[in-house]
């Protein structure tokens, strides 16, 4: 073993992590793994950081298998054909959005529909990404983007799905809801609008609730409140008091 | 709900499954979990298992097989190659624990159900005994480290996020996170490697 090994330069360590990336064009590359056997030291400092990025992935992954395995010792969950499971989720998406205004009901009164706006919207926290089959694999996929916050890429993923499925609640209701996440109300209405007019939808009510945080962002309060309404959520009622004050 | 989600593909190619598993794609890997371990668990408890062994064997074979795959030395064809691909390495691995010197102290081998399989697919390319050993001082190390340093490192060496992703979302400029990676590496390497 290397009797000192922390001594690499900041650029040599870049280099090593590009090449374990594979990261680097061809000539570098070449140039790279010339030097791998003329020197013996890079060639040690490589083995070491191959080595500790290994470690790295997986402790990681070590952390995560409690997890998958309470997954896999729970009830297996469909996407396809479990409407119950939706109805669960809408609820727990409602009780997320409920708990998580609760710390706001006693603050100041916000003055502007941005402001009520940005103390209300909470982005639906998504559904669980256990995959029954491969054929959920992209809607999955871009469900992982839409938890992480990544709206603009989840959106890109299922715009297409949507494209062989144009009138998928759960693909326009995310899609929506992501659209709204990600700043852009105007395609989060566009969205939006057919979920809740599709009254077999467990999407329904959530919908009707986005589409109200989507024009109260948009600046139009009639069709806010209108929206908000339908939804008969608690939470409509009292975005309704706080803009009326 | 009212149709199907997806009805236009049915099934991941092998480049795409072998390409999510190496860049540690959760959903991928939550699924190798949740759609094989059952079939383990069943094999374990009909041969004198626990509960609680079917999940150590089970989670044993599968950080096996993904880094087997990660390392190429596994090129699976398609999604069932890898579900028999850790079945067949769980089995082994509970077949060597039965004949084990440990295991024949508690009971007599003819009690056992017959299960038998072939000896040599147990893949472990370079895993040398040294290898294994200073990679698992290195995990105990990295566990060790700091929370802000372990955070960025899982979400460059784990996550795969580039660079400029991390930067933004740990709210640095982008040559502080450079500098703070090299860092946290070079505490990792004191840790693991002194």
Redesign the interface.
């Known amino acids: 073993?290397?009797p000192n090994?922390?001594n690499?330069s900041?650029k040599d360590?870049?280099l090593i992590?590009r090449y374990i990336?594979n990261d680097l064009s061809e000539n570098e590359k070449i140039d790279f793994e010339n030097r791998l056997n003329s020197d013996s030291k890079f060639k040690q400092h490589f083995k070491?950081?191959l080595?500790?990025?290994?470690?790295?992935?997986?402790?990681?992954?070590?952390g995560?298998?409690n997890e998958?395995?309470k997954?896999?010792?729970t009830k297996?969950i469909s996407?396809?054909?479990?409407?119950s499971f939706?109805r669960k989720l809408a609820v727990a998406a409602s009780i997320a959005i409920l708990i998580g205004i609760g710390g706001f009901l006693f603050l100041n009164k916000p003055t502007n529909n941005e402001k009520v706006f940005a103390t209300y919207f909470k982005p639906d926290p998504g559904l669980a990404?256990?995959?029954g089959t491969?054929?959920?694999?992209?809607?999955?996929?871009a469900?992982?983007d839409y938890k992480q916050g990544n709206y603009a890429k989840a959106i890109k993923k299922w715009e297409p799905?949507l494209k062989?499925?144009p009138?998928?609640?759960?693909?326009n209701y995310f899609i929506g809801v992501a659209y709204l996440a990600d700043e852009n109300e105007k395609s989060a209405i566009k969205h939006l609008i057919p979920v809740t007019k599709?009254s077999?939808?467990?999407f329904v009510k959530d919908a009707y609730f986005y589409l109200g945080l989507a024009y109260l962002k948009s600046g139009n309060l009639e069709l806010a409140k209108k929206n908000l309404i339908f939804s008969e959520e608690n939470v409509g009622k009292q975005i309704i008091a706080d803009l009326e004050n | 709900m009212q149709k199907d989600i997806i009805s236009h593909k049915t099934k991941l190619s092998q480049e795409q499954i072998v390409s999510a598993i190496k860049n540690n794609n959760e959903v991928v890997l939550k699924s190798l979990y949740t759609n094989n371990y059952h079939k383990i668990e069943y094999l374990v408890l009909n041969n004198n298992g626990s509960l609680e062994q079917a999940k150590d064997i089970f989670q044993e074979a599968y950080i096996a097989v993904w880094k087997n795959i990660k390392n190429n030395s596994f090129i699976p064809k398609n999604e069932s190659a890898i579900s028999g691909y850790l079945y067949t390495i769980a089995k082994n691995k509970w077949m060597d624990y039965l004949r084990s010197s440990e295991y024949k102290k508690k009971v007599s081998l003819t009690t056992m159900n017959h299960i038998h399989e072939k000896e040599d697919s147990t893949i472990f390319s370079e895993n040398s005994k040294e290898h294994d050993q200073k990679l698992s001082i290195a995990m105990k190390a990295f566990k060790n480290l700091g929370n802000p340093c372990k955070e960025l490192l899982t979400k460059f060496y784990f996550e795969k996020k580039s660079m400029n992703i991390i930067a933004e979302e740990l709210s640095l400029d982008a040559a502080s996170t450079r500098n703070k990676k090299y860092r946290c590496m070079q505490k990792l390497r004191e840790l693991a490697l002194n």
């Open positions: 073993m290397n090994p922390t690499i900041q360590f870049e992590d990336n070491e950081q080595l500790l990025s290994q470690a790295i992935e997986e402790q990681v992954l070590t995560k298998l998958f395995h997954e896999a010792t297996v996407i396809n054909n479990n409407s939706y990404t256990t995959m491969t054929t959920q694999f992209e809607f999955l996929d469900m992982v799905i062989y499925n009138t998928n609640d759960s693909l599709n077999n939808s467990v």
